[in-house]
């Protein structure tokens, strides 16, 4: 299908909106093989960007030909996708705000996951071509094929397409077991026949108990309010239940009679009812593990019996009070939430699993059965939580981060960055005009300092080519950082340029550990095709250096890891190196410190204390890392000198230089 065809209107094309006000826009377009991106091709009035004075990086000019994205991911879910809320209950993926809390996962110091409540921290929708996901236990999620769920290889996305690496991405496929309590423990549903009957059954006879046993004057007094305000409410609608079963005796010896009566055969409904008061009047949640305190014996085989009609299974542990039993749900958090659902009490305390190892339930994990293109674009809807997942539908889900610098253009900040992708077509007519002009200087410009001149959509676009003609024809030094593979198409023209002025290449590869990396730039290229992009480079003849960056403090600086990695880089071919420390601006920084709780929760109080005055870490530990990195670079001929001192190039970027303001140059480029 030709691109030149697949102009979006002015008033929109399938949810798609153009962006009219935009000024320089030409058209705005999108194609299937950038399902849900919109690239808004515009006339820039002006492409050689000033870096702001105040900064101190050692170049003074920057072209950016994208504003924008076109790989980066995008995880959504279909509205009506129900999520786990921290209270027990479920809300659909369309419904949530920011501020809402829902449970996400953490890893425990052994490493394995636990449930955790986590806020909602943004919200937001698009419209994707909806994949249909069907697993064993019923269950059909309705997802982007970019979405993640966790299986128990690792997360994998819905389908098995290219997102900026070399390689396909993990995938789903039948028989992928997905990580979470299964379809069970998803709340939903009218309250069955009985149910109002049997909670206020279990509620009061568990206050007469508690009652009695503590010797409290007023029955209720412990109550708690949740628990009271529901029962007053159903006491105002309930019809008694005829009494035909035994009873169990009340304060001064009378019987019970109407609504707390025990019907002749307990049915599903009213089993499930009266554990849900139950729940409310004498259950505890302990570092995630579900308990019943009846009180007495009788309660509490009134309890086992109701847990085993409803499929439970139940064990007994003494309560340190003689010929009192306390009742432990069995089949961890899956039953647990499958009993909340359930029973639906109304106390929030019983029905947290926060603290919750996250294991498969009786019934195993559920396994995907069929992955579908439905061929229909549909509206889905994306969350940022604190802990970077959430439970949809019973599995647990990955969740995307929202990027603030598409604000800048009044964006959005979450789905636009990814798929609202704005194109300088004219990028190297306007530079060429510029560079023309007599007061050029000839100054270094360097690319890749903002956006990736190397994103995939420039494969489309071939916009570089012609850029680095321009620059070359008039004589102005240049560099480019990338991780971009797309990079190599252009060698031939890069090869001809450094005949004529000094061109600087760099490719920034940060660590070897391919789980880490993935974890960190999630769909960037491999570090493997980034060490394969040095070394086609250097083969081209070209002087390449490598950033590695950022190094995170104690889990890539250690120097066996700094000396592997450095090892690899000098095989590739690259001429020098640069090791900076891991900078935290405002955006990345919450976004890091969420990735660091979820992965590496001790690290999080020493990365706070290491980075409490800003962005970078502290001038000890800057130097310490530089002493350490010294004579590994040397070991590795990685610490040579610039060919030309007088070109600054990207490579002597100075540790402390944050990257340009994005808003700098960016608004008047249209």
């Not at 091709?41 to 050692?58: H, T, W």
Request: hydrophobic fraction near 40%; charged fraction near 25%.
């Amino acid at each position: 299908m030709r691109w030149s065809g697949q102009q979006v209107g002015m008033d929109g094309v399938g949810g798609d909106a153009a962006l009219p006000g935009m000024r320089g826009l030409l058209r705005s377009v999108r194609t299937p093989e950038f399902a849900g991106t919109v690239f808004h091709e515009v006339e820039a009035r002006s492409v050689l960007n000033r870096v702001g004075a105040s900064s101190p990086v050692p170049f003074g000019w920057t072209v950016n030909p994208y504003r924008g994205c076109s790989h980066a991911c995008t995880y959504c879910l279909r509205g009506d996708t129900p999520v786990l809320m921290a209270d027990g209950r479920s809300r659909p993926i369309a419904d949530l705000r920011p501020g809402d809390e829902v449970i996400g996962t953490v890893p425990d110091r052994r490493g394995r996951r636990r449930f955790a409540r986590t806020p909602v921290l943004a919200h937001w929708s698009t419209r994707r071509r909806a994949q249909r996901v069907t697993l064993d236990d019923g269950t059909v999620l309705v997802t982007s094929a970019e979405h993640r769920f966790l299986t128990g290889d690792g997360w994998a996305h819905v389908r098995p397409g290219r997102c900026r690496a070399s390689s396909d991405r993990p995938h789903l496929r039948p028989g992928t077991a997905l990580v979470g309590p299964g379809a069970d423990a998803v709340p939903g549903g009218e309250r069955p026949e009985g149910w109002t009957e049997g909670y206020l059954c279990g509620l009061v006879r568990a206050d007469a108990v508690r009652a009695r046993v503590t010797a409290e004057p007023f029955p209720s007094a412990w109550v708690e309010l949740e628990a009271l305000t529901r029962a007053h409410h159903l006491l105002t609608t309930v019809r008694p239940v005829p009494a035909g079963g035994p009873s169990l005796p009340e304060r001064g010896g009378g019987r019970t009679v109407g609504v707390t009566a025990w019907p002749a055969r307990p049915g599903a409904g009213w089993s499930a009812g009266f554990l849900g008061g139950l729940l409310d009047g004498c259950g505890e949640v302990t570092a995630g593990v579900l308990r019943i305190v009846p009180g007495d014996e009788a309660l509490a085989r009134a309890g086992v019996d109701a847990l085993r009609r409803l499929g439970f299974r139940v064990a007994t542990e003494p309560s340190g009070r003689p010929g009192v039993r306390v009742l432990r749900l069995l089949g961890g958090v899956a039953e647990q939430l499958r009993l909340v659902a359930l029973a639906d009490p109304a106390v929030a305390r019983v029905r947290d699993v926060g603290g919750a190892l996250v294991e498969p339930g009786p019934r195993g994990e559920p396994r995907v059965v069929s992955v579908a293109d439905t061929g229909e674009i549909v509206p889905m809807f994306d969350i940022t939580t604190g802990t970077g997942d959430f439970v949809a539908a019973g599995v647990v889900s990955h969740n995307c981060f929202a990027r603030n610098t598409h604000t800048y253009l009044d964006l959005d900040a979450g789905t636009d960055f990814d798929s609202q992708i704005v194109v300088k077509v004219n990028v190297a007519r306007v530079l060429e005009r510029e560079l023309a002009k007599p007061s050029w200087a000839r100054e270094h410009v360097a690319m890749g300092t903002n956006t990736d001149p190397y994103q995939r959509a420039e494969g489309r676009y071939r916009l570089m080519p012609g850029v680095i003609s321009a620059l070359a024809r008039s004589g102005t030094p240049f560099s480019i950082l990338t991780k971009g593979t797309v990079l190599t198409r252009d060698l031939p023209e890069l090869s001809a340029a450094a005949a004529d002025v000094t061109v600087g290449t760099g490719v920034s590869i940060a660590l070897l550990d391919r789980d880490l990396q993935a974890g960190l730039e999630p769909g960037t290229p491999s570090p493997r095709a980034r060490l394969d992009l040095v070394r086609r480079i250097t083969d081209a003849g070209l002087p390449c250096g490598v950033m590695v960056a950022p190094v995170l403090p104690w889990l890539t600086d250690s120097d066996e890891a700094l000396d592997a990695l450095l090892a690899e880089i000098a095989a590739a071919g690259a001429t020098r190196a640069t090791v900076l420390a891991l900078h935290l601006r405002p955006g990345t920084r919450e976004w890091f410190l969420r990735w660091l709780a979820r992965e590496y929760p001790a690290l999080v109080g020493r990365y706070e204390r290491l980075y409490r005055r800003g962005a970078y870490a502290g001038r000890e530990h800057r130097e310490a890392l530089a002493r350490r990195v010294a004579p590994l670079l040397a070991r590795h001929g990685l610490d040579r000198p610039l060919p030309n001192p007088r070109d600054p190039g990207w490579q002597r970027i100075p540790e402390q230089a944050p990257a340009p303001d994005p808003r700098e140059g960016q608004l008047s480029l249209m």
